[in-house]
């Protein structure tokens, strides 16, 4: 006898599984792009000052980043978006039928909906996550100064524990010999701070997401955030332009600073880092300079970077057209000219293509297999 699942049972069940809804979710999506596919082609051509659409190519990502598949290029650059024309309506005999409307949902379906959807949005920006970034925040120093928001471990650097940084105190860093001494207590050369339960830690007057691996290389410390990509661009989209920009330009920013960061995470600066925090490489300042507008673009654009036959591009940018000029002899992406574009309604595409021409757009995936 087949036995029919009620309402409840049939939440109760996908918020036990909820994979098997992303699944659902996923074929939903599929069949909606095949419907939409088969409809254009019935269709007319587009008017010719339309747009054309960006292909985005994905890439699978199991556990650690594989290399991309060969993309396809960009759209011609400097196209402006396709905006709304008003037009004369077609005679009621090349009418096409109306579409069938989907049925209307109860209000318990409405909220149950609304909530998955919830959760399925900020899951499709964690694929940034699953990529830990070792950013260098401090060169060289005589000295430095640690805490953290909640107790933090001091491990060494196979993770055996050392001892325990009380919550709100501040610890003074130096140099002990060949290892580092905190508030009098002598350590190993290399140790790794990790603050409880996901907190933050401080180094100076700084906060920082993630943890601290702090080096004694000659009598001079060096600092390490091992952060994850995606904290890591929250705060560096923020720190390189106004949250104030429109939204295509955060977007391009967004990609061009995660594909500047993915070329390093590929070709590291050292075996104890991949990049600096300053200008040379691009500005990291931690949690004080992030803000709602630029982790939403981050956040709106996750996975996806610069690519040219299936490599990653250095996406070099600067503030203006002339220091891109001067200092990149033209080859990158002016942050005020990306600015100027998005305000004349270009897409982050198009912004894009114009500075990186004969590229195309490659994309990180989760392979949840």
């Known amino acids: 006898m087949i036995e029919i699942m009620t309402k409840s049972q049939v939440v109760q069940f996908f918020k036990r599984y909820p994979l098997l809804l992303l699944s659902l979710l ?55 978006a396709k905006t709304a024309t008003k037009s004369s309506p077609p005679p009621e005999s090349a009418a ?90 002598q350590l190993p050369s290399i140790i790794l701070i990790e603050p409880a339960n996901g907190n933050l830690f401080t180094l100076g007057d700084r906060t920082y997401r993630g943890r601290l691996l702090l080096v004694n290389d000659g009598g001079k410390i060096w600092a390490v955030n091992l952060v994850n990509l995606r904290h890591y661009l929250h705060s ?9 920009w429109k939204p295509e330009a955060l977007k391009a920013q967004s990609v061009a600073a995660r594909s ?11 075996s104890l880092f991949h990049m600096g925090a300053t200008e040379y490489y691009q500005v990291y300042s931690g949690i004080d300079r992030e803000a709602p507008e630029t982790s939403q673009a981050v956040d709106a654009t996750a996975g996806e970077f610069v690519s040219y036959r299936g490599g ?29 574009l998005a305000e004349q309604g270009y897409t982050y595409h198009q912004i894009l293509a114009n500075y990186y021409p004969g590229t195309g757009l490659g994309r990180i995936v989760q392979d949840y297999e």
Do not use: C, W
Not at 34 to 59: D, G, K, M, N
């Open 26 to 80: 996923a074929a939903l999506q599929v069949a909606g792009v095949l419907l939409l596919v088969y409809r254009r082609q019935a269709a007319p051509p587009p008017a010719a000052s339309a747009a054309p659409a960006v292909p985005l190519p994905t890439t699978a990502l199991p556990t650690t980043l594989l290399p991309p598949s060969l993309d396809p290029p960009f759209p011609s650059p400097l196209k402006p």
């Open 96 to 185: 096409e039928p109306a579409s069938p409307q989907p049925p209307a949902l109860t209000p318990e379906q409405q909220a149950v909906n609304q909530q998955y959807k919830q959760e399925f949005v900020p899951a499709s920006s964690m694929v940034d996550s699953l990529i830990e970034m070792r950013v260098a925040i401090a060169e060289g120093v005589p000295a430095l100064s640690v805490g953290s928001a909640a107790e933090a471990a001091v491990m060494d650097q196979d993770r055996n524990p050392l001892l325990t940084l009380a919550a709100g105190t501040s610890y003074g860093v130096q140099p002990d010999g060949s290892g580092l001494g905190l508030n009098g207590t």
């Open 236 to 244: 560096v989209v923020a720190s390189e332009v106004s949250p104030s």
């Open 260 to 270: 500047y960061a993915l070329t390093y995470y590929f070709k590291p600066m050292s």
């Open 312 to 340: 990653i591009v250095e996406s070099l940018y600067a503030a203006s057209d002339d220091i891109v000029a001067e200092a990149f002899q033209g080859h990158g992406m002016s942050q005020l000219g990306a600015l100027n």
